[in-house]
């Protein structure tokens, strides 16, 4: 193996599989980036099992081969090189890297004992705008169960129809549901690992322009995008049938500002009794009055200017789920609607239909 | 107690003080803050019995009086506030808060009970530009000894001459010095505990065109800046003269750019054996050539262009130290001069005469 390229594209490449690769410790080589050299460049594969990500780096090919070493280390210390080109060789179980001040060689294993990325059949291709693709994913990951012993919800759902992709994660506290149009042939539900949703949100770059491919089976699910393939495994079973649980009337509406909300609430959370999360909202005339209060810190109340529609009510909400879905509600304005302390409340943006956030009030 | 001011006023004035206040646990009201309202306005003061810190804040005052109430949750909710008027009032053993949406009772502690704070007379002030100070503190701090055990150099001496400051800071592996120019009457060296600096470095803003003011006696200094008067114990004992161990002569002086030496270092730290932190520097014609090497990871060498003058030569030093001398340099052009393996090197920034950073090397 032999090959030159430059520190800029051989640094952005191992940033973005380098960060897998560094959690593995029991079977050592999970720890290194395999690096193919053929014809057409150099391809930097890490994998954990359960992910494998792929990246393409060009370069000039003297010789092909492959060769496997850690992959921080050899992240960390390309990141240090100046940019220039930087050559690449395998001598005696090391890699060589020679740039113009320098020469370097680092200890690896042999590529054969890397084990086997899957691949995917490309038949079924959905499209997506990266940009509004890695908005929707950080709308949910937040709501996901942190849980890994409850494996379906220990993900985020990602259900495919003719026209919408419906992108939904919940902790049965909480839920979050985001839809977005697609053009797809292949009907399927699937369960997507939360590891890999934060690995693909981590990587995932800003290019307005750019789109991001979908490729799925029953077994596994690709992300393409930007000379990046992302592979993981989809999770066995079934999620929750949360349609079920959305109310279809609310006897209370508030529309308010959310700009105005969140400190109120985070006020409100400053003096809750320790180790309990409640705060009470009051939907009064022209208002949500926020209160909470704790004998040893004081009382606070404060109050939301908002238009109430519905008859006057009040509720009881864990503070830090409803920060969640107003700090990512991607919205000015947002619809809060109630019934009572029994069913769930839905928060909505007040300017579009894609996205929902329904929370589990708090029994008094 | 009754006052009104803007919530800009009173939270940039609680940010100030309030974290000093929130690291005292045995001693309940040394977390509280000390509201005391008179003629020309609010007073907040904090202390951890060591440090002192008053910041004057501007009001309308109605009515005279003082009280306290725990600093971090009063700083914590002010700072949620909107930018509008506050109205301050004791009433019951609490602090009532008003604004226009909302009003809050804080529970707190009669004021009879908070420490005091000692006084400096004023007679001699020595005057230093605030950005200028906080430059040079930045320049030594992290040279400090960590070891709260070895209090006279966990800390940072001030000594005090004519016509100069001298600061210095070490951990007996490596010191820092800097020298700041100062009309000054009273000749006097002070150990400052590092825990001062360390809150005065975090307090002092960037306003290039102010001063900070220093008063001192023999058992305390006060630095006064912007509304904030910050006054601390000094530590009895002597400082170690360092003086005598600068080398007067070296036989090998390295002219370098920082910008070339410091990822050089920091490659060469990638490849150290694990829990040893030594990078040798061989000095030769027209470079410093940096070599690293453990027998699981491999070896590295970079050479890094440098006049060099005086005799070829090498010496080993840990790099943390090393980088930590570069990092915080201040120059792009450094000189580094060294004699052998059991006196220390000098690091120094090309463009001037007020610092310089010794280091100890490791004996082979």
């Known amino acids: 193996m032999k090959l030159s390229c430059t520190q ?74 100046p940019r220039e080109n930087i050559e690449l060789e395998i001598e005696d179980a090391s890699l060589f890297v020679k740039s113009q001040n320098q020469k370097t060689n680092i200890k690896g294993l042999e590529a054969e004992d890397f084990p086997l990325i899957p691949e995917i059949e490309k038949e079924n291709e ?9 908005r929707a994913l950080n709308q949910l990951i937040f709501a996901a169960s942190l849980d890994s012993s409850r494996i379906e919800i220990n993900a985020v759902n990602f259900n495919f129809s003719k026209d919408k992709l ?49 490729y799925f089976n029953e077994n596994q699910i690709m992300f393409v995008f930007d000379g990046v393939e992302l592979i993981s495994r989809v999770i066995e079973g079934k999620y929750p049938d949360y349609q079920q649980i959305i109310p279809e009337k609310f006897i209370t509406n508030a529309k308010c500002a959310k700009d105005k909300l969140i400190p109120a609430i985070k006020s409100a959370a400053l003096f809750c009794k320790q180790g309990i999360n409640d705060v009470r909202l009051s939907f009064a005339k022209d208002e949500i009055v926020i209160a909470s209060a704790s004998s040893g810190l004081g009382e606070n109340v404060i109050k939301v200017p908002a238009e109430i529609s519905g008859e006057e009510n009040d509720i009881v909400f864990n503070y830090r789920y409803l920060l969640d879905g107003l700090l990512n509600l991607g919205s000015q304005n947002l619809n809060l609607k109630i019934n009572n302390n029994n069913t769930p409340g839905l928060l909505t943006p007040e300017s579009s239909q894609d996205y929902l956030y329904l929370i589990m009030p708090i029994k008094q």
Chains 1, 2 share one sequence.
């Open 8 to 81: 800029e594209n051989l640094n952005k490449g191992l940033n973005l599989v380098s960060h897998i690769a560094n959690k593995n410790s029991n079977l050592p080589i999970l720890n290194n980036v395999l690096l193919k050299v053929n014809k057409g460049g150099l391809t930097l594969v890490t994998t954990d099992l359960e992910i494998g990500i792929k990246v393409f780096v060009r370069g000039k090919v003297d010789e092909e081969g492959e060769f496997t070493v850690a992959a921080k280390l050899f992240n960390d210390f390309v990141a240090l090189l």
């Open 126 to 134: 959905v499209e997506i705008n990266i940009v509004e693709f890695k």
């Open 166 to 214: 419906v992108l939904a994660a919940t902790d049965s506290y909480r839920l979050a549901e985001k839809q977005i149009k697609i053009n797809n042939n292949e009907e399927r539900s699937l369960i997507v690992p939360l590891k890999t949703i934060q690995e693909l949100v981590r990587i995932l770059n800003d290019q307005e322009k750019e789109n991001i491919k979908l």
